[in-house]
């Protein structure tokens, strides 16, 4: 078995989508498209048996270590990792494994479906992902509601707030640079918005905003790909966060979707936005990440 390293000029963009797409551990982080624009087209990829079993290698040159270009997982791009149509041997993922660890990397997300290989393995942490599945009634899945999240929604709805869809990019970016409790570089900002534009072109991504008073007070982002709905960007106002929106917009997100998919919350390592996520009745299917 060879395994191929593919520089970004070599690659087969039709086969190795095909590859993500067909993966029983598919991951909308990991198309072509995605990583051209979080990556800005710097990444390369491991290849096994013409494109059957694939790892996407975003690259970037990392200040902390002199501006060397090293692997390095890009934002808003949460796991990554070894991608196969079907299960493949621990001989042939330690092979993707050993060839990845001899080329100079930074970060790198590993798949939840990685995890069996990797649980073993010292150099790698876990980290926290938390999801619901929403293949039960609504009232089913309410019911493994936090008391705390139910007398927010409750509030949420006595205080007269309403769902809108009629969200605009700029108008999510600018509320973000207005409530942003980190500061975000003007680049950053860039990839948010050619990110968003392309799903939404492609009718994979969706915005949920909350109005009170005919002031937006919150918006949400979600990503649909592969039966699983992804939180991929949210932000509120301290109305908003007073008013429980953004709880709000997930019950409702909650209430349109009792299908079968999976509901991913994307986190979270912070205690609070974890516990948070874990008052839906959410439960952490973690990852691991390797770090230098």
């Given at each position: 078995?060879?395994?191929?390293?593919?520089?970004?000029?070599?690659?087969d963009?039709?086969?190795?989508?095909?590859?993500?797409?067909?993966?029983?551990?598919?991951r909308i982080?990991?198309?072509?498209?995605?990583l051209?624009?979080?990556?800005?087209?710097?990444?390369?990829?491991?290849?096994?048996?013409?494109?059957?079993v694939?790892?996407?290698?975003?690259?970037?040159?990392?200040?902390?270590?002199?501006?060397?270009?090293?692997?390095?997982?890009?934002?808003?791009?949460?796991?990554?990792?070894i991608?196969?149509?079907?299960?493949?041997?621990e001989?042939?993922?330690?092979?993707?494994?050993t060839?990845?660890?001899?080329?100079?990397?930074?970060?790198?997300?590993?798949?939840?479906?990685?995890?069996?290989?990797?649980?073993?393995n010292?150099?790698?942490s876990?980290?926290?992902?938390?999801e619901?599945?929403l293949?039960?009634?609504?009232?089913?899945?309410?019911?493994?509601?936090?008391?705390?999240?139910k007398?927010?929604i409750?509030?949420?709805?006595?205080?007269?707030?309403?769902?809108?869809?009629?969200i605009?990019?700029?108008q999510?970016?600018?509320?973000?640079?207005?409530?942003?409790?980190?500061?975000?570089?003007?680049?950053?900002?860039?990839?948010?918005?050619?990110?968003?534009?392309?799903?939404?072109?492609q009718?994979?991504?969706?915005?949920?905003?909350?109005?009170k008073?005919?002031k937006?007070?919150?918006i949400a982002?979600?990503?649909?790909?592969k039966?699983?709905?992804i939180?991929?960007f949210?932000?509120?106002n301290?109305?908003?966060?007073?008013?429980?929106?953004?709880?709000?917009?997930?019950?409702?997100i909650?209430?349109?979707?009792?299908?079968n998919?999976?509901?991913d919350?994307?986190?979270s390592?912070?205690?609070?936005?974890?516990k948070?996520?874990?008052?839906f009745?959410a439960t952490?299917?973690?990852?691991?990440?390797?770090?230098?």
């Open positions: 078995m060879v395994i191929k390293h593919l520089k970004y000029k070599e690659i963009f039709k086969k190795y989508d095909n590859c993500i797409d067909i993966s029983i551990n598919s982080y990991a198309y072509s498209w995605y051209d624009i979080v990556c800005n087209k710097d990444w390369e990829v491991l290849i096994l048996d013409d494109y059957k694939v790892m996407p290698l975003p690259f970037k040159r990392v200040k902390r270590k002199f501006f060397k270009r090293m692997i390095t997982q890009p934002l808003f791009c949460q796991q990554l990792g991608f196969y149509s079907s299960e493949i041997s001989q042939i993922f330690d092979l993707f494994l060839r990845f660890l001899s080329i100079p990397h930074f970060a790198y997300n590993f798949n939840s479906d990685n995890k069996k290989f990797l649980n073993k010292s150099e790698f876990e980290r926290i992902n938390y619901l599945n293949n039960k009634s609504y009232d089913e899945i309410k019911n493994n509601f936090s008391k705390n999240l007398r927010n409750k509030k949420a709805v006595k205080n007269e707030i309403v769902i809108t869809d009629n605009s990019v700029m999510f970016i600018e509320m973000k640079k207005s409530n942003a409790k980190h500061k975000i570089k003007k680049e950053q900002y860039s990839t948010i918005k050619k990110l968003i534009e392309m799903v939404i072109k009718n994979n991504g969706s915005f949920y905003g909350v109005v008073d005919e937006t007070i919150a982002f979600f990503i649909e790909s039966s699983r709905l939180h991929l949210s932000v509120s301290n109305l908003g966060k007073k008013d429980g929106a953004i709880p709000f917009i997930f019950n409702e909650i209430q349109k979707n009792t299908k998919i999976i509901f919350f994307e986190g390592m912070i205690p609070g936005v974890a948070f996520f874990e008052s009745g952490n299917n973690s990852y691991f990440t390797i770090n230098a």
